[in-house]
């Protein structure tokens, strides 16, 4: 397995929303992936690609090199992405004033419903 034609120890991982990638190269060699689409072959074929992803930190270990990669988000996506999260807050906190409503007007409709019961009671009594 390599990336970018740099040989692999193991498969790329996912870990604490990074892609970490274990390469048998030197450490410039690495550090030289900052900047390229990510691309993982097994055997010339292509099995991943991460066009999205960014180099954020390069580690020489004994005889290979921890490479951790981001997914970057373009501008526009990002703020979608934000807007979205506001909108759901926004209606996750409606939906909490609804329940809330809610709960009072049961209340009150088992208030009228024991005084309506009192009333045809004393209606009953009465006749």
Known sequence: ????????????????????????AELTECTALDGQVLKVTNYG????????????????????????AKRVLAPDTAATLERLEQRQQSLASAQQGQEATNAEVTTRLDGTDEALAELAGIIAGGE
């Open 45 to 68: 074929e292509t099995v991943a690609v991460y066009p999205d992803h960014t180099v954020t930190g390069v580690k020489a270990m004994d005889g290979y090199c921890e490479v951790t």
């Open 1 to 24: 397995m390599k990336v970018n034609g740099i040989p692999l120890k193991a498969r790329p991982v996912e870990r604490g929303g990074s892609l970490v990638l274990y390469c048998e």
